[in-house]
């Protein structure tokens, strides 16, 4: 709902059905979405200003329920108001409109022309009152001070692989990337593709493992509390491993509280630009902004290499510092594809307008985790959108299957050596 609702109830009189007074709708969507609710078994729901009603398919309330908005029910009532036009300008439009524009640093720069804009949305970020909405090649950016209540609705229904409408003012942002600045939000369609299950690799009564997509959050923070459609669906006691929100891979969690983690060792398959001299990388990094550094090794093994680009194994065996691969590989001028952070920005376009790579070309392919409990192996492919990339560039590279493989406690787990208990050694 981009508006203010207004919720009507028909009721039956002694002689005939009451019903209440038709109003004309002039626009859509910014109208006031209108409810029609016969034989509500209860009082009215409670609507929002930001508010979307959905109701299960199959259900009483379906036949009962008529939405002006019809990305909630999939009906549009062609007596209420009319679908508007919805915009086909897509990035390459964009990029033509952003030829004579120049980026600069630190600063965002934008036409003074309103343009429509759709695209296919594969990440969104929030900070503080802006969403940046990804589409691969550009970004949406939503301000609550220009959108108003759209805003909301807008943080609240926008979920990954959603479509979105919107008209806004082309340009760059202030990291030079191209951007719309959102004007207006017309539409968000959403996707087909299911977002209620998650793809189970193993579970029992102590552990679950999830295979994890790019994009989506492992574990859902305070800080992405109200970020819906970016976390993935657990009922679990904790995190104990997973990749990061732009890498793929298996996500372990504990089922109880007793569940604990003494040692592991993750491998990740990493496509960079160039081949790096070394084999090891130990440079101290900073967990966080104003953190001290700490220890960090990462060890590399090169997989496969061509004139510009290699795969490589990369290994860490100790607690893994954030984003501690793709940093390490920056320090040796070798960055990650697609990596926007860290990456190389004429590598990141060439991966983008040719391959189509709009994420860093990171897969977690390999965990071990040992504890009391004993030790799960987990083995995992790359998606099918990191292979055909990797097939571009020449690579016949093969993956092992995906695969999970669980370790019986062998020995006593109080007996420690550097810090690792003596069944690692033993289970690998």
Known sequence: C????????????????????????????????IFLCINWPDALPG??????????????????????HWHNLGVLPATLTPRPSLPTRGEKELAEDLINLSPQPGKDVLLPTLVPFKCRVIGRV???????????NAKVMCKEQRLGAAFHVVVNELRVGDTLYCIGYPGFEYNCEAVIFAHQILFIEPSNLPTNEEEVLFQDEDLLVLAKPAGKLAWEDSRHRHERGTALKVEADQLLLAPEVDVSGPAVYAMKPSVRT?????????????VPAVSTVS??????????????ETQLEVLWQSED???????VKTTEVKSQVCRHLHILGCPVWGDRRY???????????????????????RLELFGGWGGIICESSPPQELMRVLSAVGCRWRFPEAAVRVVPPMLDFRTLEHGLSLAYYVAT
């Open 2 to 33: 981009f508006a203010a609702p207004v919720v009507v109830q028909v009721t039956p009189s002694p002689n005939c059905w009451e019903w209440p007074e038709w109003k004309t709708q002039a626009s859509w969507p910014t109208d006031p979405p």
């Open 47 to 68: 609507l929002g200003m930001a508010t979307s009603l959905c109701t299960p398919v199959g259900s009483v309330a379906k036949i009962i329920l008529t939405l002006q």
């Open 126 to 136: 929030r900070m503080g009152h802006v969403l940046f909405a990804e589409c691969g």
């Open 262 to 274: 003494v040692g592991g060792t993750v491998d990740y398959a990493v496509l960079v630009a160039g």
């Open 283 to 296: 440079a101290a990094l900073r967990p966080a902004r104003g953190k001290l550094k700490e220890d960090a």
């Open 309 to 315: 680009c290699s795969l490589l194994r990369a290994t």
């Open 343 to 365: 990456g190389n920005r004429r590598a990141n376009l060439r991966a983008r307008a040719i391959f189509g790579l709009a994420r860093p070309w990171c897969h977690l392919m």
